[in-house]
């Protein structure tokens, strides 16, 4: 494409109705160039004459310098108004005819049209949004859109810096195995009654950050519901962490060990059953690793039920059932059964998955019955009051301790 058909308003369209829309949905770049570097004929340019009137008529370059907006393209031959043809909107220019959506080329009434095409107030507002337009390209730091995105951004890392406050006081709670909640949680220094570790452990990290401090005190001064410190958002918070963040890097590890065991305890909780689901594997740093995977609810206590459950959770999770080498759990009849347990129910989707009585259950089934016999019986109750003897004084405990 040649430099004049790039300077030239004509050249975007060869019909009006198309160019009614084309010059408005231009790159900035390109309409920047056209505002500022449109094709302007030297001085001996020879314009093109056609008879009107009666008469050949031909443009006068000295229009250019009169009408500062007026521009003259060699392509149509013809003149536009740089400032409405480019800047004035979509639903603005639909009646708009001579100077906005099609040039000018009526020779003999230009003077009288261009004087009235200078007062109409279309023409006054795309000059003002033609010069804030020049001033957005030319001073993008003062752009108002940029200034507004720039405010945003800093919001966003301000409520990004927050969620993490709130995330480590969780984790530290959780860490600790303490309580979030109190009985009054309430963000007043002065309220009485325990504001519950989350809110105090919160505080306690705003003392040291004025970010943190700051939203602390906005949302005591605001009456906004809106707080982000709620159990809502604290379990939300927990959840993700636990799923996305624990969960997701234990299968990681889990998968790139490839052989693990499975550990599974079913019990009751509030009338309803759920199954406790463990993980034991080696990680790369050769240590032998028994992790939490999940409580799973169970719609009944067979077997097949529990088996059935087991194989859909671990699949669900990306572990593939024949990588698995070992079973642990206790020795009821639905989970150790070689005819109908959950033990055979693996070992038939993975033959070389062993099934071990889990050594906990056998060494509380051991002292059970052996506590039948009057002898085990007064042993074990002596070595229970020995270890309150020395649990009942730190004194005593550290000397135990010592001699161990």
Not at 138 to 153: H, K, L, Y
Not at 339 to 353: H, L, Y
Not at 366 to 394: E, M, T, W
Request: include cysteine; charged fraction near 25%; hydrophobic fraction near 35%.
């Amino acid at each position: 494409m040649m430099q004049q058909d790039i300077n030239d308003i004509g050249k975007l369209s060869t019909t009006s109705e198309k160019f009614a829309s084309s010059p408005y949905k231009l790159p900035v770049g390109q309409k920047y160039h056209l505002i500022k570097s449109h094709f302007a004929p030297p001085f001996n340019y020879q314009f093109p004459t056609r008879f009107l009137h009666q008469c050949r008529r031909g443009f006068q370059s000295r229009y250019l310098s009169e009408y500062s907006w007026m521009v003259y393209s060699p392509s149509v031959d013809g003149v536009f108004c740089k400032h409405c043809a480019l800047m004035t909107p979509m639903h603005c220019r639909k009646d708009k005819g001579a100077f906005v959506n099609k040039p000018f080329i009526n020779w003999h009434k230009l003077q009288e049209k261009a004087k009235r095409h200078e007062q109409m107030k279309y023409h006054h507002d795309a000059m003002i949004a033609t010069e804030s337009f020049l001033n957005s390209v030319e001073n993008p730091e003062q752009n108002v859109n940029n200034r507004i995105d720039d405010e945003r951004w800093k919001n966003v890392i301000r409520n990004r810096h927050f969620v993490k406050c709130v995330s480590d006081a969780i984790l530290f709670c959780g860490r600790q195995c303490i309580a979030l909640r109190g009985d009054n949680e309430v963000l007043n220094e002065d309220s009485c009654g325990n504001t519950g570790n989350f809110l105090a452990a919160l505080q306690m990290i705003a003392n040291h950050d004025n970010i943190l401090k700051q939203h602390l005190d906005n949302i005591q001064l605001s009456s906004r519901n809106i707080t982000y410190l709620s159990p809502s958002i604290q379990n939300e918070i927990i959840e993700i962490i636990g799923q996305d963040i624990i969960l997701k890097n234990l299968l990681e590890e889990i998968k790139a060990a490839k052989l693990y065991s499975v550990m599974a305890d079913e019990g009751t909780s509030h009338s309803k059953e759920q199954l406790a689901l463990y993980a034991r594997f080696i990680d790369k740093s050769n240590d032998v690793r028994e992790d939490f995977i999940a409580f799973i609810h169970l719609p009944g206590i067979t077997g097949e039920v529990i088996a059935e459950t087991i194989v859909s959770t671990l699949q669900g999770l990306g572990l593939k059932i024949e990588n698995i080498r070992g079973q642990g759990y206790d020795g009821a009849a639905n989970m150790s059964s070689d005819n109908v347990g959950v033990q055979r129910r693996i070992r038939e989707r993975s033959p070389k998955a062993v099934y071990v009585h889990c050594s906990g259950h056998c060494l509380d089934l051991i002292i059970s019955h052996s506590c039948a016999l009057p002898q085990i019986r007064n042993v074990i109750d002596k070595l229970k009051r020995c270890c309150l003897y020395f649990l009942g004084s730190p004194k005593r405990e550290g000397k135990a301790n010592y001699a161990l």
